[in-house]
T-cell receptor
Framework: DVKVTQSSRYLVKRTGEKVFLECVQD?????MFWYRQDPGLGLRLIYF???????EKGDIPEGYSVSREKKERFSLILESASTNQTSMYLC?????????????FGPGTRLTVT | GENVEQHPSTLSVQEGDSAVIKCTYS??????FPWYKQELGKRPQLIID?????GEKKDQRIAVTLNKTAKHFSLHITETQPEDSAVYFC???????FGAGTILRVKS
């Protein structure tokens, strides 16, 4: 059974703080993703990674950075949190290759920036 | 890049009726189209997917159809049950671009 975990379910930060969201998967998946989920906007891709130390920008990378030092761990960093980054953040992982593209999601982190 | 539009945004049906959710995409190179279900307070989970070399796929009460020429695909749920109530997301392309979601309510 695939397990994707996120470091926090709820987080409250102040404007200007540096925020770290961590995601860990235990299925040796090559691909990892960070999304934010907002009502009426669906899931929007922030960054993704196809391998250790590799990263690619998604649709909304501004204000975010990522780090993937180990295969199982993918971190999302808000360099200077702003109120418009208040959202639900979802991490996901998947195998690489053509066999399957199914993404397995973590439980999400609801971040509030005040 | 890819753009995915999903309709309707909300859908209410009576238990036992069918539900249809439609999505259109813009990039003709997209070849993978999954549907995810997200129950309240839970993570999204894949319920069915289709690749561009297939026109229709069924799994018990759910089915997905794909029209590559028109660039649209649909989710069909038959004999709806209260546990089908959730938010449904379509997606296209790799990496995936998601639609805005459809809130499905099944009234008993």
């Amino acid at each position: 059974d695939v397990k994707v975990t996120q470091s926090s379910r709820y987080l409250v930060k102040r404007t200007g703080e540096k925020v770290f969201l961590e995601c860990v998967q235990d299925m040796d998946h090559e691909n990892m993703f960070w999304y934010r989920q907002d009502p009426g906007l669906g899931l929007r891709l922030i960054y993704f990674s196809y391998d250790v130390k590799m990263k690619e920008k998604g649709d909304i990378p501004e204000g975010y950075s990522v780090s993937r030092e180990k295969k199982e761990r993918f971190s999302l960093i808000l360099e200077s949190a702003s109120t418009n980054q208040t959202s639900m953040y979802l991490c996901a992982s998947s195998l690489s290759g053509l066999a399957t593209y199914e993404q397995y999601f973590g439980p999400g982190t609801r971040l509030t920036v005040t | 890049g890819e753009n995915v539009e999903q309709h309707p945004s909300t859908l209410s049906v009576q238990e036992g009726d069918s539900a249809v959710i439609k999505c259109t995409y813009s990039d003709s190179a997209s070849n993978y189209f999954p549907w995810y279900k997200q129950e309240l307070g839970k993570r999204p989970q894949l319920i069915i997917d289709i690749r561009s070399n297939v026109g229709e796929k069924k799994d018990q009460r759910i089915a997905v159809t794909l029209n590559k020429t028109a660039k649209h695909f649909s989710l069909h749920i038959t004999e709806t049950q209260p546990e089908d109530s959730a938010v449904y997301f379509c997606a296209a392309s790799i990496p995936m671009v998601f639609g805005a979601g459809t809130i499905l309510r099944v009234k008993s």
